[in-house]
């Protein structure tokens, strides 16, 4: 993140409406800019020029006086409970600030604020407003389920080691039967809200023990950081495997097109791995 010095805050904001492409977030719990022309007319620029603009607010009869200000200037917009934060975006970089856009805050308030250098920075930042905003690019279409599930059935019956294999969602969960071993499919977060694929299976204690001293071997057949649970109170012994990049998908139902086949690939190549694990062991 790169400081901005208060004085050119709202500047940047202009700026980043001109240089989107595709859409633009405005996270802003109070607006009053009905007077702030050259913001309005850059908002109006992104409808001539086919931009998504999703605006965002605070809920509450308390912040009536937005809704009317956006109103007046026929703004579409969404509230969200105890919102706060004030963040502003596109699909190139992001500025997070304590700037309302009020126009008083333009004229007369100290601000501070940041803006995004790297992609993963902008990545948290669209992860974030998934989240919470449940806020979706148009063109993140997402792929059928149905369709994962039929790829990843295609792709493991290729391997001459199945006979059965059954693949369903259950709740958050793909789950998979390949009749030499059950396997858990889910997303995970970190501390920093970054969603990252998630695959775990069962090993016995003779797997668990041997893999112990080969789990080097096992990760180079994987794309996934692997790791391995012992087993307490009559839990199974788990092989866990871990993506190492963050995912803007957030949901097993609702896998983004451009993220799909890495999420089939990954999930067969572990599968895979493991299970020719376990018939060599």
């Not at 856009?101 to 992609?119: A, D, F, K, M, R």
């Amino acid at each position: 993140m790169k400081f901005i010095n208060p004085s050119e805050i709202s500047g940047k904001i202009m700026t980043l409406l001109d240089e989107s492409d595709k859409f633009v977030v405005l996270v802003s719990p109070y607006f009053k800019i009905s007077k702030w022309y050259k913001l309005i007319k850059k908002m109006e620029q992104l409808k001539s020029r086919n931009i998504q603009l999703n605006v965002f607010v605070r809920a509450g009869d308390e912040n009536i006086n937005t809704f009317k200000d956006l109103n007046k200037i026929d703004i579409d917009f969404q509230v969200i409970p105890n919102l706060h934060c004030k963040l502003y975006l596109n699909e190139k970089y992001g500025i997070i600030t304590s700037m309302n856009l009020l126009l008083n805050s333009e004229i007369n308030s100290l601000e501070i604020g940041y803006i995004t250098e790297t992609e993963q920075e902008l990545n948290e930042l669209l992860n974030f407003c998934k989240r919470y905003l449940k806020f979706y690019i148009d063109e993140d279409q997402c792929t059928d389920i149905d369709d994962i599930i039929d790829s990843i059935n295609y792709r493991l019956n290729k391997e001459d080691m199945y006979k059965s294999i059954k693949v369903w969602v259950d709740d958050w969960t793909l789950r998979i039967n390949t009749g030499i071993n059950n396997y858990e499919v889910y997303f995970s977060s970190d501390d920093q809200n970054d969603n990252f694929l998630s695959i775990s299976g069962i090993l016995s204690g003779k797997e668990f023990d041997t893999l112990r001293n080969k789990i080097n071997h096992l990760k180079k057949k994987t794309d996934l950081d692997i790791e391995i649970v012992k087993g307490l109170d009559n839990h199974y012994n788990m092989i866990l495997g871990t993506s190492l990049h963050s995912y803007i998908s957030i949901i097993i139902h609702e896998i983004i097109s451009k993220e799909a086949d890495v999420f089939v690939q990954e999930i067969v190549g572990f599968v895979i791995a493991v299970d020719r694990f376990k018939i060599d062991t």
